[in-house]
């Protein structure tokens, strides 16, 4: 039985660890310092380490922890991460621990950004969808555009609700404060927040999340919603295009506070 843990790294940063009790894979590794503390706790082997995209506070790590791995380093082809990787595009699949990891191709934060979704066989599926898909949230447009974006996200909301959400970073209660702003009578948005100040108090991570729930609360998942659409029209959205609303979306979550 495979085990999901959320490394915390940094100020802000989770660093996912799947592992079977002898062997793991970690996704993003900012850090090396917190997956050798995990590794070592428990006695586990690295067997793979999985990157989305070539951001420092998802790679930093990799090469610290290179002398421990017994398998490769998985990333994304059109990115430079650290070098040697098994470069993956849409399409492709890893095998490790037994599981099968699909890999989707999801531009928009960074132009050759990658998600990893492994399918359950006796469990929810997993999707570790690193900068892209926030609970509540999405990446800023560092390198890509809004239409890139919009499709990326459309190909992660297409996923099976109980599809659990690991992304990268614990953003989830700013998110939803701006996702009350967008739809301040959507009482799911309410009800997740006072659920999440809860964890939070607890020392607990509000991830992951699940397609169903961000389908319910996330205003960039909600662009064909009228209220959505209502609310960023007035703040700039061009016409009622799921595109637009999201561009204009995003920009007002930019300025924020
Ligand atoms: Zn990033
Ligand atoms: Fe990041």
């Known amino acids: 039985m495979t085990k999901l843990v959320a490394l915390p790294a940094f100020t802000d940063n989770y660093i996912w660890m799947l592992h079977d009790g002898q062997r793991a894979v970690v996704v993003d590794p900012g850090d090396a310092a917190p997956v050798q503390a995990a590794l070592d706790a428990q006695g586990l082997e690295l067997a793979a380490i999985l990157v989305t995209h070539h951001h420092p506070d998802h ?3 990799v090469d610290a922890l290179r002398p421990r791995l017994k398998g490769a380093v998985y990333g994304p082809a059109k990115e430079a991460i650290p070098a040697p990787f098994v470069p993956l ?5 890893v095998e490790v621990l037994g599981l099968s990891f699909e890999v989707f191709d999801v531009p928009g934060h960074t132009a050759g ?11 929810d599926a997993l999707l570790f969808c690193g900068d892209t898909l926030f609970s509540a949230g999405c990446g800023r447009l560092f390198e890509g555009t809004p239409a890139q974006m919009a499709a990326s996200l459309a190909a992660l909301a297409a996923l099976p609700g109980d599809t659990r959400v690991c992304c990268t970073h614990e953003y989830t209660l700013s998110n939803l404060r701006f996702a009350a702003a967008v739809e301040p009578a959507n009482a799911d948005i309410a009800a997740h927040t006072a659920a999440c100040r809860a964890r939070r108090e607890a020392g607990t991570p509000t991830l992951p999340s699940t397609i169903a729930q961000e389908l319910r609360i996330n205003p960039f998942l909600r662009c064909g919603v009228p209220a959505v659409v209502a609310a960023a029209r007035a703040e700039g959205a061009a016409n009622d295009d799921a595109v637009a609303v999201l561009a204009a979306l995003r920009e007002w979550k930019n300025r924020f506070r």
């Open 113 to 123: 950004h990658i998600a990893y979704v492994q399918r359950g066989v006796e469990r």
């Open 59 to 61: 790679v930093g790590g």
């Open 89 to 93: 595009a849409g399409g492709a699949r």
